[in-house]
């Protein structure tokens, strides 16, 4: 019941990711206005917003002028549901579950918003960064671990320390947003696994971006040069690292 609860939450919080994925990077409201159609201006009602249902019962297309509504929209819808229901099995029923399913949506939409316009908004990070460090600190209170704290601090210490050195060292092979990104990614490992988590996720990330950018060059979508966003990579691999990094660490150490 919790994971079906989680689920459904995360359609509709899915939902929700759709608008800010469009809005930030335009700089426009997320609170105010109705959603549009893009091509005709059609106010989207509450019946045409159902998550995943409206989109299947009109065909992928808007009610009004019938023009195709690209799926990236029910496909976040999806992912933001097993994203929470995730998190809803890795924590249970707990506020570490709730502050992890809220981290996992941010790492969603700037997913959406670094895979379509290069960019990691700041409007988006900080917050993230301000609020995520208050949301672990009242969760470590209520769960009796303080120490997860200090943990967190180390996680973003090896996170985001390593790229800022890398960021400083070559700043043309790494963007501004992905160091900054890198400092709450690296807080949220570390509340979970310290230090040793960190580093699972860099390894992750990195892994996912090199193997993708073989696989983009091998299918002839881009060359050695291509600019790939390295945010999804970041998020995939931090996500990743949560939900089974401890055991991915633990095989290892175990190898020797």
């Not at 079906?4 to 809005?23: D, E, K, N, Q, Y």
């Not at 990104?181 to 040793?196: D, E, I, M, P």
Request: net charge positive; aromatic share 12%; hydrophobic share 55%.
């Amino acid at each position: 019941m919790l994971i079906a609860a989680a689920a459904v939450l995360g359609l509709i919080f899915g939902s929700f990711a759709t608008v800010v994925a469009h809005r930030v990077p335009r700089r426009e409201s997320i609170v105010r206005g109705r959603s549009r159609c893009p091509v005709c201006g059609h106010t989207i009602g509450a019946l045409e917003n159902l998550p995943l249902v409206s989109y299947a019962l009109q065909g992928g297309r808007c009610r009004n002028c019938r023009a195709r509504i690209s799926p990236r929209y029910p496909l976040q819808e999806a992912a933001c549901a097993v994203l929470f229901a995730a998190a809803a099995i890795r924590f249970g029923l707990s506020l570490e579950a709730v502050v992890f399913a809220a981290f996992f949506w941010v790492l969603l939409v700037l997913t959406v918003i670094d895979l379509e316009h290069h960019l990691l908004p700041n409007r988006i990070v900080y917050p993230a960064f301000i609020a995520g460090w208050i949301a672990l600190a009242v969760a470590a209170l209520v769960s009796n671990e303080p120490e997860r704290l200090i943990s967190a601090l180390w996680g973003m210490a090896v996170f985001g320390g390593f790229f800022f050195v890398v960021g400083f060292l070559f700043p043309a092979g790494m963007g501004g947003g992905d160091v900054k990104l890198a400092f709450v990614l690296g807080t949220f490992l570390g509340y979970v696994g310290g230090a040793g988590l960190a580093a699972v996720g860099m390894f992750l990330a990195f892994l996912f971006g090199t193997v993708i950018g073989i696989g983009v060059m091998l299918l002839g979508k881009g060359g050695r040069k291509t600019k790939i966003p390295f945010g999804p990579f970041l998020a995939l691999g931090t996500i990743v690292a949560i939900l089974v990094g401890d055991r991915l660490l633990d095989a290892y150490l175990s190898s020797f």
